[in-house]
């Protein structure tokens, strides 16, 4: 029952080491926080996003989710990505997912699993965008591997699909959207997709970009290293 006391107890642990390194470690970074990336990945517990990319406090503004969705209709998601875009003003969006993801493998079969059924079913709308694709791969590894990567790619063409974004690429040029996907077995990140400004999307999905010289969400940022972001302005 007492598990959680070895958490309690590495937090301080963590605490004495920073100090050590560097007294001021935690009163530097009270007031602010501008970090670079926003980092969209699966909640599984083996996907560390800092560990595995050696990220340190303030540098991945995070949100994760079962199977790493950009879905339209979750306000949790939108409104991380539209602060992460517009107010911090990240460079990078990276989605990452991972090979033996669960909620992919849920998604391939047949498992009835309640609430997670309306989740899950966006995999399974990625798996008929790619069906042609995934059933020619007769390993059943390798076909959930590649669902992996199909999964993470479709997150990647979603974002590009907001407003929001497409308003930064017109007017900031930035962010770039990167898709990843994280091996288990390996360690290793794999780089699948990468959209940017200037980079085509689907017409159906474009909006009208209405540039407004003093619209207040575009403002300069400094970052931790003393540099700023461009201004449209
Ligand atoms: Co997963």
Redesign the pocket.
Known sequence: MDEHKRLLAANRAWVKEKLALRPDFFERSIDSQSPEFLWIG???SR?PAEEITGAGPGELFVHRN???LVLHTDFNAMGVIQYAVQVLKVRHIIVC??YN????KTAMSHQNVGLLNKWLRHIKDVYRFHIDELEAISDPQQRYDRLVELNVIEQIYNLAQTSFIQECWALELRPQIHGWVYDLRTGLLKDTLSLGPGDPIDDIYRYEITVAPNNPRIIPVTRADGSKTENSE
């Open positions: 699966c909640a599984d996907v079962i199977a790493n997912g991972h993801c669960g909620g992919v």
